[in-house]
T-cell receptor, first 113, second 114 residues
Framework: AQSVTQLDSQVPVFEEAPVELRCNYSSSVSVYLFWYVQYPNQGLQLLLKYLSGSTLVKGINGFEAEFNKSQTSFHLRKPSVHISDTAEYFCAVENTGGFKTIFGAGTRLFVKA | ETGVTQSPTHLIKTRGQQVTLRCSSQSGHNTVSWYQQALGQGPQFIFQYYREEENGRGNFPPRFSGLQFPNYSSELNVNALELDDSALYLC?????????????FGPGTRLTVL
């Protein structure tokens, strides 16, 4: 079975500052890893995904994430955030032989002016 | 190309009633997954349909059931509603059942059970 832990429920940050949203996962098998964003009253949108290959993955809106197999982590980073990045961010995992996506509880990113 | 749409947007039901939620998948997609997102939680996988057949199921009781139609739209049915069924129900479509395909989510249906 897989599980996902998002280490921070809320992250306040000032505009133009860097941010890191932390995600750790647990799995006994190989996994695919994802980050999604959810804006208020909307569904989820894929930011980026790690399937294989390079451990540094670049996504939309200037976000990137690094897969660290030894630490079972997949932290999301952005060097300079905007007010419009205020949203809920979800880390998710799928085992490579399964069919369902397991989501973390989410991290609320709040960007202040 | 239209995105994933869901109806209704909001719904209020009472305990014991039955509810049907609807999802229209994105054009060209034959796979639909349903998720339950309780307040303050991440989405939880309910089940997935691929070409009108159930392709996998999460840890939800049998009173949660679904259908997928020949045009790949889908329904989620919940019988004997309980208070804990109050949540945002999301559907997501993808172009095939492959794990590497991106899931595109609809805006969700907010269900309140009183």
């Amino acid at each position: 079975a897989q599980s996902v832990t998002q280490l921070d429920s809320q992250v306040p940050v000032f505009e133009e500052a860097p941010v890191e949203l932390r995600c750790n996962y647990s799995s006994s098998v190989s996994v695919y890893l994802f980050w999604y964003v959810q804006y208020p009253n909307q569904g989820l949108q894929l930011l980026l995904k790690y399937l294989s290959g390079s451990t540094l993955v670049k996504g939309i809106n200037g976000f990137e994430a690094e897969f660290n197999k030894s630490q079972t982590s997949f932290h999301l980073r952005k060097p300079s955030v905007h007010i419009s990045d205020t949203a809920e961010y979800f880390c998710a995992v799928e085992n490579t032989g399964g069919f369902k996506t397991i989501f973390g509880a989410g991290t609320r990113l709040f960007v202040k002016a | 190309e239209t995105g994933v749409t869901q109806s209704p947007t909001h719904l209020i039901k009472t305990r014991g009633q039955q509810v049907t939620l609807r999802c229209s998948s994105q054009s060209g997609h034959n796979t639909v997954s349903w998720y339950q997102q309780a307040l303050g939680q991440g989405p939880q996988f309910i089940f997935q349909y691929y070409r009108e057949e159930e392709n996998g199921r999460g840890n939800f009781p049998p009173r949660f059931s679904g259908l997928q139609f020949p045009n790949y739209s889908s329904e989620l049915n919940v019988n004997a509603l309980e208070l804990d069924d109050s949540a945002l129900y999301l559907c997501a479509s993808s172009s095939s059942g492959a794990h590497t395909d991106t899931q595109y989510f609809g805006p969700g249906t907010r269900l309140t059970v009183l």
